[in-house]
């Protein structure tokens, strides 16, 4: 199977960019969970130094972790705040009426 990514996904589309960075930190954190657990692992099978170099590198995995989940809440705040109406407009109508009013802007976290 195969399919031309550039009408798929045209890169002048919002919630296709979006898109595109969501799915991109949801394979990323999926990949340094299944290493943060493989390191894990090793780390308590090892003693000394060894031990030491494989809790830094878990230590790492999780940080990447972190900043790919960050990456992830950028994109949902990007679908949030440009392509509402396109996301609405695909809800059946008893669902929209009901989100009018409710919904809360998202936070922004704090720059470092």
């Known amino acids: 199977m195969s399919f031309q990514l550039g009408p798929a996904l045209p890169s002048g589309d919002k919630f296709a960019v979006a898109l595109c960075r ?6 990323d954190v999926i990949l340094l969970q299944k290493l943060t657990i493989i390191a894990r692992a090793q780390a308590d099978a090892l003693a000394g130094p060894d031990k030491m170099i494989v809790n830094n590198e878990t230590g790492y995995f999780v ?3 972190f900043g790919h989940l960050y990456e992830a809440g950028i994109a ?5 705040a440009k392509c509402s109406d396109r ?3 695909q809800l059946p109508r ?3 009426h009901r989100l009018e009013g409710r919904r809360k802007p998202a936070r922004r976290p704090p720059r470092s």
């Open 87 to 89: 996301r609405h407009s």
């Open 94 to 96: 008893r669902c929209r």
């Open 63 to 65: 940080r990447m972790l």
């Open 22 to 27: 969501l799915m991109t930190a949801t394979n």
């Open 76 to 80: 949902f705040r990007e679908l949030d």
